[in-house]
């Protein structure tokens, strides 16, 4: 790691794990963590008109420290990687995010999945994010790696590739804290 992070931006395509990765780094350093949904969505999945989601955003972003785990919309997203002082960008092989989407909606099925508000539509976000897949497969993939790539001079980034990798940086990520 070999810095401290301060401001947190994790992104990449659905279902790769990004929120359960981002809970997990903001227990590990203690950080606040903000999801975008629940800064676009009410309970129940009602949509917030998108001039408050532009101001809870900005506000947030005028916060020394955060997590923010999400997307949002192209503005948003990419005035959030310019705050940032770390990227933890997701980018699984697209069956790991099929199978990890299937796998939410399955358990999902017994239980409200972990991070998402009372009375999710759960059937409605996982047809949602079978579409996004592929779509920011082909539109977003390209424009996030060359994000990085970009930014690595001047952020700490972290380009997670696979399961091992997002496992590896959080045991990092916990060392740092560990010894800090």
């Known amino acids: 790691m ?21 809970r997990q780094l903001a227990e ?21 008109p998108h001039h408050e989601y532009l101001a809870s955003h900005r506000a947030l972003l005028g916060q020394d420290t955060w997590i923010i785990d999400g997307y949002g919309d ?13 990227l933890v960008y997701v980018d699984l092989p ?21 991070g998402w508000s009372k009375d999710s539509p759960l059937w409605r976000s996982t047809l949602s994010s079978y579409n996004v897949i592929l779509l920011c497969h082909r539109h ?23 399961p091992g ?5 959080l045991d990092a990520a916990r060392n740092e804290c560990t010894r800090s």
């Open 140 to 162: 977003m993939t390209p424009k996030y790696r060359l994000l990085v790539a970009d930014m690595a001079a001047s952020k700490c980034v972290h380009h997670l590739k696979s």
């Open 28 to 48: 590990i350093t203690g950080l606040p963590l903000h999801v975008v949904d629940m800064l676009q969505f009410r309970q129940g999945g009602a949509a917030v």
């Open 94 to 114: 697209l069956p790991v995010h099929y199978w990890r989407v299937t796998k939410r909606l399955i358990k999902g099925l017994f239980a409200n999945p972990e």
């Open 2 to 22: 070999q810095h401290a992070m301060k401001r947190v931006a994790v992104f990449g395509n659905a279902g790769g794990g990004k929120s359960t990765l981002a």
């Open 165 to 169: 990798a997002m496992i590896a940086f």
């Open 74 to 86: 192209t503005a948003t997203a990419w005035e959030r990687f310019g705050r940032a002082d770390t």
